[in-house]
């Protein structure tokens, strides 16, 4: 037994090549300094668990009413017990205690129970696969020359990443607040231009736009089963669960979802009862962390559906150790201006690097498998809440 001793997210300064939009889309960006938060369980025995997060769910006021009551004094293997003592207190929070909160904190539980244990995540979860393809996910579309603004640059860019060993490419496409998003036109546009570049082998997904009508939804399916795309990603406003059962019954692609919608597992069980999907989907943080999400993919195999992982980072790549039914790893958001492969200084390697295959073979270190230079950490440590 050791017990949860305590709790900190470090606030610490590095550098960022990207920036989010207002409309929370990724774009690349000049250098420029940046603020990142890790937070941290250590355990009565100097195990510590880590995990970078977004702060703003895990502010003081949200550590000291929500998370430390949960964890403090608490084996910290226990983490069906933690994570649904936890996730009950949302509902009395109003709002101030978030999935994403609940998704931080179980990952670095995780990340605690892999380093005590001397094991990775993935196999802790039971070791369903060592390895996972990546799909090259795609920034969505902007104005940038040379970047991501018309058809022939995502033509251009889905060569270079085939030639970097992907054999799969999802397309974010152009969203708001990009001038002339969003447009069914536009998509299809860009979708055939990439089929064209880069042949008949290669699988490719969009995400679309999230607030497309039904007929626009319709429309741009239909285009995209004629390209014989893999799937076709929120469309809509996935909180109309019967907006997607209408559109899946009427295309023969694989409608996928959903991503964002909230109620964790719950509403995944809803789309999978009510044939809103072909493929159910799920996410560390969409769904509240490894734990929730594992319900929900084995949730999905009890349908017979395959349920793909959500994101990049390394909870959503050791989640995939539990899953027998999902087919692929996000590698990105990736962009022609950035190098994704360059890391930023806290880290000393990539947790998910392709090999010449296009896949990604899981870390074998302890835990999540993220290589943090703690050193550079505490040293640009600011702040301690
Ligand atoms: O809007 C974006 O930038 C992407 O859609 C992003 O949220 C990404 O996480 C996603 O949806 N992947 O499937
Ligand atoms: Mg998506």
Redesign the pocket.
Known sequence: MAAVASVEVSFFTTLARTAVDP????HPAEPHEVREALLTVTDTDGAAGRVLVQPDHLRPHVLDKYVRPALLGQEALERERLWTSLARRQRGAGGGLTDRALCFVDLALWDLAGQRLGQPVWRLLGGARREAPAYA?T??GDGIPGGLATPADYAAFAVRLVEQGYRAI?L?TW?PPVAGAPSVALDVAACTAVREAVGPDVELML?ANHWYSRTEALRLGRALQELGFYWL??PMEEASVSSYRWLAEQLEIPVIGP??SWGKNFTRAEWAASGACDILRTGTTDVGGITPAVRTLHLAEAFNLDCEV??NGSGNLALLGAATNARWY?R??LHPLVDFDLLPPHLNSAVDAIDERGVVVFPERPGLGDDFDLDYIKSHTVEVS
């Open positions: 409309h929370g889309h990724r996910s920034m969505c999802k974010h969203m995400d990603e929120e991503e964002t959500h994101g996000e990105g958001l």
